[in-house]
């Protein structure tokens, strides 16, 4: 029997003004967001606040999770133009705060780890008093591909967990959960404030969020945001739990008594979702 969505999932997919100009200034630059291509439920709220999450080194990713509505195949070869699309876009919206994801390209011999800095710092080249967020693949899980990623010109880190320990396997077939653990110690380690995030809704307890949160602690992430899924298509993973709005009050203060400075918690909470908001909550690192 198919789980009935509750009253308080709501999606904001109407335009204002300002979400118009926000598209205006994206396809007019040839770049993809997450926004669209994951069909975020927050869409309309984000592009209404003159906001986007870039998706970079195209649209296309190399693995299949089982919940993700990303395209997967075999991708385009990168476009060497694309940082400074990227960085012109951010400056067209006078972005404070920046957010740029991609999606996974295990093709490219170190996961995209150099060109995905080079996007980085083209944003942070041409728009010197943003603050920068990349939300990045694993890399292939190659330390050495971590190395060439690290860049003063990021000011957060941030790589999803996406699920909890059990289902990492199930949902994240070519991921691997020690790995996406050890690189955020890594950045961590470097100086950098750090964000995770996760899903819950596909068949994992209390007690393996919980858990989850005690790993991501452990690694000492500064931010980590928890969020409902929701099934983007029917050919997708199905949800098999609705959460409340009072169990995940529940679980935001599991993540604060496990020792993670920010906790983000909500049925429509993603990673990217309001993040200037969870980073003024965390004091700057140097790096």
């Not at 309309?44 to 649209?59: I, P, Q, W």
Request: glycine fraction near 8%; aromatic fraction near 8%; include cysteine.
């Amino acid at each position: 029997m198919k789980t009935q969505k509750p009253s308080w999932i709501t999606t904001n997919l109407r335009d204002s003004q300002t979400a118009a100009s926000v598209r205006k200034a994206l396809v007019g630059l040839g770049l993809n967001t997450i926004c669209v291509e994951g069909r975020c439920p927050n869409i309309g709220t984000c592009f209404n606040a003159g906001t986007a999450t870039f998706l970079a080194m195209g649209s296309i990713c190399t693995r299949h999770c089982l919940y993700c509505n990303v395209q997967s195949g075999f991708p385009q070869p990168l476009d060497d133009k694309e940082p400074a699309r990227i960085a012109e876009a951010v400056k067209r919206l006078g972005l404070r705060y920046a957010v740029i994801t991609s999606v996974t390209r295990d093709d490219l011999p170190d996961g995209g780890a150099a060109f995905f800095r080079s996007v980085v710092d083209k944003v942070k080249e041409i728009n010197p008093h943003t603050t920068v967020e990349a939300l990045v693949p694993d890399f292939k899980g190659i330390e050495e591909n971590w190395e060439r990623f690290v860049t003063h010109n990021l000011d957060v880190f941030a790589h999803n967990v996406e699920v909890a320990g059990r289902l990492f396997g199930q949902l994240r077939p070519q991921g691997n959960l020690d790995k996406s653990l050890h690189m955020l110690a890594f950045f961590k380690n470097r100086g950098f404030v750090t964000k995770s995030g996760f899903m819950v809704g596909v068949g994992e307890s209390m007690d393996e969020i919980k858990a989850m949160l005690s790993m991501l602690a452990s690694v000492g992430v500064d931010i980590v945001t928890v969020g409902q899924y929701l099934q983007p298509s029917k050919h997708h993973w199905e949800v098999h739990k609705y959460y409340t709005p009072e169990e995940f009050e529940l679980i935001r203060e599991m993540g604060v008594e496990a020792g993670i400075p920010v906790v983000v918690a909500g049925p429509m909470v993603r990673s990217s979702f309001l993040a200037d908001q969870a980073y003024k909550d965390v004091e700057p690192q140097s790096h």
